[in-house]
């Protein structure tokens, strides 16, 4: 079982719905025993990076979350789930997130119209079996106002261009984790989740 992280911060169905649609058994949870006892744990979000820290923290989920991203098991992060990774954001004022790894959050440059909204294309850093089957320059959904900017190259899976480039998603272990919304994504998207979801053993 998935457990789909339900913390108040966007509209879960559609992550749902693709994940779904693919076979996958998934449950909808704000219950951090749910989360410790699943086989996998997606964590979406739209918003502000304090506020999901905060609500993470309210119903007793950031703990069991951290625990899950030590633990091995797979963990998809999307949009917001990417971001909460690194050590802070400076969205609102500076607020520390999960820390797995190295790096922060920062406003996209002043250069280009915010938030960035719409269709762009992803350009491959390393291969990836969870990349498998999507060609480099394939246009994914994005909806954000803040990029990631990690320490280590390593981590990095692609780049996206918008004024300057930044890291669309990134893989790490146990993690992956994605700028934008495979959910909306369409084929592409659909094949990325799939991809995730059978590289570990999932599906």
């Known amino acids: 079982m998935i457990a789909l992280v339900d913390y108040g911060m966007g509209n879960l169905r559609s992550v749902e719905k693709a994940l779904e649609c693919l076979g996958l058994r998934v449950l909808r949870t704000s219950d951090p025993e749910v989360v410790k006892k699943s086989k996998a744990v997606v964590l979406p979000g739209v918003g502000a990076f304090k506020d999901a820290i905060y609500n993470l923290k309210k119903l007793g989920l950031y703990g069991t979350i951290l625990s899950h991203l030590e633990s091995g098991k797979p963990f998809l992060g999307i949009c917001l789930g990417l971001q909460l990774l690194f050590e802070r954001s400076y969205e609102f004022g500076e607020?520390?997130?999960?820390?797995?790894?190295?790096?922060?959050?920062?406003?996209?440059?002043?250069?280009?119209?915010?938030?960035?909204?719409?269709?762009?294309?992803?350009?491959?850093?390393?291969?990836?079996?969870?990349?498998?089957?999507?060609?480099?320059?394939?246009?994914?959904?994005?909806?954000?106002?803040?990029?990631?900017?990690?320490?280590?190259?390593?981590?990095?899976?692609?780049?996206?261009?918008?004024?300057?480039?930044?890291?669309?998603?990134?893989?790490?272990?146990?993690?992956?984790a994605v700028q934008f919304h495979p959910e909306k994504s369409q084929k592409v998207g659909l094949k990325l989740l799939k991809n995730w979801a059978t590289y570990n053993g999932l599906l």
């Open 95 to 176: 607020e520390k997130g999960f820390g797995l790894l190295e790096g922060e959050v920062i406003l996209l440059p002043p250069t280009v119209k915010i938030p960035h909204i719409g269709w762009n294309q992803i350009w491959k850093r390393k291969d990836s079996p969870i990349l498998e089957g999507i060609e480099d320059g394939e246009f994914v959904y994005f909806v954000h106002s803040y990029r990631v900017m990690p320490k280590r190259d390593n981590v990095i899976l692609t780049l996206t261009d918008y004024g300057d480039y930044f890291v669309s998603s990134v893989e790490y272990e146990n993690v992956f």
